[in-house]
Structure formats: C-alpha cells, structure tokens
C-alpha cells in the first residue's frame, strides 16, 4: 500500500520524537511491503515566526493531500505568561482541529504490569485498568462565541452544543463500545448545565438504538473521583469538549507516565496523531524526550488506515522496550536509562 503521511513535527521536543515514530513507521514499511511518503508542515510557535500564523494555509493542504498526520506539539514558553499575545502556539492546534473537522479525539488509557509501581494510584487499582476516553473536540466552550464587556472586566466563553456534534460523538462512543466492553458512560453535568442537559437527553434517545450496549451516566465531578478511587469501572468514557480535556489530564497520570499516551484526532478529513504529553520546552533538543507515546501514535495512524497487523508490531516492540528496560530516564527507575533516538532505533530494529 502506497501511504501518505504528513509530519507536523511542531515545537519543543515535537521535532525529535516525531522521528522516532518515523523510524517506527519506515521499520513497520519494510516488514510488510509498503511506500510510505512523508510530507511536512509548520504549526504551532515555529509556524508563528516563519509565517505569523500557528495554523498557515500551506499546512493544511500538506493535512488535506495526505492519509494521515503525525504530529507532535505545539507550545513555547515565550507566549505563556502573556495574557496579551495576539497570535499563541495553541491557536494552530484549535485551527487544525476545526479546518480538518476533528471531531473526535481518542485517549486510550491502558496500563503496562511492569510499570504499575510508577502509578501513584495503589497497585490494585490500577493493575487492569484499560479504557477510551473520547471527547468531542471542535464544540464547546473552545469555539463558542467569547468575549469582553465592561471595559473588559466582564469575561464570557459560551459551552454550546448542536445535536448533530452530540449524535456524531455518541455515535462513535457505541461503536468504541461495542468493540470493546460494550460499557459507554457518558459524562456531564445534567444537573446543572443546559448543553448536558441537551447530551444526557440525545444518549438517552440513541441508547436502545444499543441494546447490547450498558450506557450510564457520571457527573463530571463525579466521573474526576471515580477516575482516581476506580478506573477499571470504565471502559468507554464519552465527553463534551472541556470536561474532556481535564479528564483526559487525569486520567493520562492512572498509568503512571504520560510519556506513553498516544491518541487519535479524527473527524470529517484527514485524521490527525499525537502523542497527549505537549511540547515540554525543559527537555528539547536534549535527546531525553519519552518517545514511546508518539510511536504508540504512530500505530493508531497506521490501524486507523486499516493496517492492524502493522500497528500491532508497533505495539509489540514497543512492550518489548518496556520489558527489557530499554527506556528514557522518566521510565527507568533510577536504573541505566537511554536517549529518544536510542530508544527510537531500539524499537525500530525490535519491528
Ligand atoms: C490538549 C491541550 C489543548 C487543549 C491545548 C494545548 C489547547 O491541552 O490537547 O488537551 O486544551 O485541548
Ligand atoms: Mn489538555
């Protein structure tokens, strides 16, 4: 199969362990008989200082024209603690997700049995945890009307919702379900909010629809605790958009490093693939970056084309890594450690 895949490598450490999920893929492509063509894009803050914009046009051609995106992070210290920046890193995030239509972001959680004393959560908790988070990613809070009033000292973000955004998204989280556990919660905030309101509504209209399928249904607050005092309830979680961003956060810390959480952007165009652990501007150019996360990214990008045999070779070395130690320092338990290419290439060779 000829394969297209556009690199958004991004800021910080984006750059280097976007290259160890390519050495993945290219070890993956050699395996079994394929052409993988890569093309590359700006976003983020590299894209501000070359084209003061973090989402350019060019770049979302370079998405539209290929199969797949891997990308890696966007983000750069110089914009954070300036509320006054006119053009931020994030922006290009926001601007890809909506352009590309990306509805729908995955977060699988799945825990690793040797790194289980790394979760701060009791091992008995967390030994067998393994679930989906899924959260709609281009409604909401992020893109409703926003504004100032008062001379700016009134502030507003608007949480809206319309029913095809909530029907598109359930819909995807009973298939999820029903290929897993058949266990979708849908998460909200019913008791409060008119846009849950409308959420909790629709599920429960969608849910006979699923009769194979056990749906319940959390309070966010609730969903956060149930999160940290048991997370093997869960099997497919689905939430609107910024419930699902600080749930995802909590969740990414259950396995015990975020630098092995790969997820999923996908929608109406291309999909898109990162890992969820941000551009952390500390490491970058150090060559100390997990890179495990984004080649487990790569094997979402590559079963998303249909090509499961291959993702699960990816899945497979990099478990291999795992087990025999051949890790970054953030994994290494105080024991010998190595640095993002070696582990690239160790994974690479294991493929
Ligand atoms: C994420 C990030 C983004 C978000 C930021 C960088 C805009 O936190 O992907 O979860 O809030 O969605
Ligand atoms: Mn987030």
Not at 29 to 44: L, P, Q, R
Not at 264 to 293: C, D, M
Request: aromatic share 8%; proline share 4%.
């Amino acid at each position: 199969m000829k394969i297209k895949i556009a690199k958004l490598p991004g800021d910080g450490i984006g750059p280097e362990v976007v290259e160890q999920a390519v050495k993945a893929i290219d070890a993956v492509a050699k395996k079994f008989g394929h052409e993988v063509e890569y093309t590359f894009g700006y976003v983020g803050a590299c894209a501000i200082d070359r084209f003061g914009n973090a989402f350019p046009d060019e770049t979302y051609q370079t998405c539209l024209d290929a199969d797949a995106v891997l990308f890696g992070a966007v983000g750069d210290p110089k914009y954070d603690n300036d509320p006054t920046a006119k053009v931020r890193p994030e922006q290009g995030l926001l601007a890809m997700r909506k352009q590309l239509g990306l509805f729908a972001n995955l977060r699988p959680v799945e825990t690793f049995k040797s790194l289980i004393n790394k979760s701060p959560l009791k091992p008995e908790l967390v030994d067998g945890a393994d679930f989906l988070c899924l959260r709609e990613l281009t409604g909401g809070m992020y893109f409703g009307a926003k504004g100032r009033e008062d001379n700016g000292d009134t502030a507003y973000d608007t949480n809206l919702y319309h029913r095809y955004e909530v029907e598109r998204i359930l819909r995807l989280g009973y298939e999820y379900a029903r290929k897993r556990r058949s266990h979708l919660t849908v998460v909200d905030k019913a008791n409060v909010l008119e846009s849950s309101r409308l959420w909790r509504q629709i599920a429960q209209e969608m849910a006979p629809q699923y009769p194979d399928v056990t749906t319940d249904y959390m309070y966010v607050d609730n969903a956060a605790m149930k999160l940290i005092t048991g997370p093997k309830f869960f099997d497919v979680m689905v939430t609107e958009n910024t419930f699902g961003d600080i749930l995802t956060d909590e969740a990414s810390c259950i396995s015990g490093s975020m630098g092995l959480l790969a997820s999923a952007s996908v929608g109406e165009k291309t999909g898109v693939f990162e890992p969820i652990h941000g551009s952390y501007p500390q490491a970058a150019g150090k060559n100390i970056a997990n890179p495990l996360a984004t080649i487990l990214s790569a094997a979402m990008l590559l079963e998303h084309l249909g090509l499961l045999e291959e993702g699960a070779a990816v899945r497979k070395a990099v478990a291999a890594s795992i087990d025999a130690c051949y890790v970054t320092e953030d994994l290494a338990n105080g024991g010998e450690c190595h640095s993002t290419s070696e582990v690239g290439d160790w994974v690479a060779a294991q493929i």
